[in-house]
């Protein structure tokens, strides 16, 4: 039987030879999929905002736990931890662009009534601002720019914004199930991680 000790090392050694673009194209494969599925929903302006949303959380959430994978279990999946937080950006951009052309249909004075009126809208508007300084410096050149501590310390807004994308998701709710309620543990769990990890730094 392998020891145990050696199956980090094993998959990291394996995740080394595989480049980066095969998950962005999986990534816009999936997203492709959850559209054609939107589209040919009986509601598909709810079927693609759930859809859409639902592969944000997915993907900000598998992003966060490539840091604790390296941690704890010395599996090193690094090279791929921009591609999940940039792909959980772009489905939360077309979540977003679903809600304001499909759902309000551009009525742009709507947009500002309609985020103070409902939190759940609120929580989730909030989450996906935080997440833009950290899309817009994604890039080798923002990290040489801004300094790498200073560019470590903007990303940590990305455990706010899953935080309140999860909060959301329970929010939007008519009655909370356990399916919510687990992507929120996970969201908390992770941050309760990272937040005892800093503190022992
Ligand atoms: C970090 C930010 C966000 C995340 C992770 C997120 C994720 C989600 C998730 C997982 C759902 C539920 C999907 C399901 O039940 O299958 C949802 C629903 C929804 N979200 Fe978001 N969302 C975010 C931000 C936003 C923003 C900025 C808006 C628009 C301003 C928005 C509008 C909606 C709407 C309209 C629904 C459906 C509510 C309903 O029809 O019952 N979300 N979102």
């Not at 090193?76 to 951009?93: E, M, P, S, V, Y």
């Not at 939190?119 to 899309?135: E, N, Q, R, S």
């Amino acid at each position: 039987m392998a020891d145990a000790a050696a199956i980090g090392p094993r998959i990291s050694g394996v995740a080394r030879k595989v480049p980066t673009w095969p998950v962005y194209l999986g990534g816009i494969g999936i997203g492709a999929w959850e559209i054609w599925q939107g589209l040919n929903a009986i509601d598909p302006v709810d079927a693609l905002s759930l859809g859409l949303g639902m592969l944000s959380l997915q993907f900000l959430l598998a992003s966060l736990v490539v840091t604790p994978l390296m941690r704890f279990a010395r599996i090193n999946l690094l090279k791929f931890r921009k591609a999940l937080g940039l792909l959980a950006f772009g489905f939360l951009t077309l979540h977003f662009l679903v809600w304001l052309v499909l759902d309000l249909q551009l009525r742009w004075g709507l947009i500002w009534a309609e985020i103070v009126k409902r939190p759940y809208l609120t929580v989730g508007f909030a989450g996906f601002l935080l997440l833009i300084p950290l899309a817009a410096t994604s890039w080798q050149g923002a990290i040489r720019r801004l300094g790498a501590r200073t560019w470590g310390r903007l990303h940590r807004l990305v455990y706010l914004a899953v935080i309140l994308g999860a909060v959301h998701f329970v929010m939007q709710e008519k009655v909370w199930t356990m399916e919510s309620l687990l992507y929120l543990t996970a969201a908390l769990f992770l941050v309760c991680v990272r937040i005892v990890w800093i503190r022992a730094w």
